[in-house]
């Protein structure tokens, strides 16, 4: 999923697209997901949910798991983003308007 995460950052994130990686802490070591960030150079915020507790929050019952918000935190859009042309187009629809 990474490889997209960081195509549609670099896209669109001068329009106000922000990306944030959540990892579920409840599997992922803090040390591990440090690791992984700093040898794959992922360019936007990982953020390590040390008791998985926003992913339950969510009710992610699978991964990767995603989720679109507007301006105000609305989720638009969540799903698996099994086709990450068909997400693109949701991410091109909600930043241009």
Request: hydrophobic residues 45%; contains cysteine.
């Amino acid at each position: 999923m990474e490889p997209h995460l960081v195509r549609w950052h670099t896209k669109w994130s001068n329009q106000g697209l922000v990306i944030i990686e959540i990892d579920n802490g409840a599997i992922d070591s803090l040390d591990a997901v440090e690791k992984h960030v700093a040898r794959a150079g992922i360019p936007f915020a990982v953020l390590h949910d040390a008791g998985g507790e926003v992913c339950d929050r969510f009710r992610v019952e699978a991964y990767p798991a995603a989720y679109l918000l507007d301006g105000t935190g609305r989720v638009i859009w969540e799903g698996h983003p099994l086709d990450p042309d068909a997400v693109e187009r949701r991410i091109e629809a909600a930043v241009t308007g």
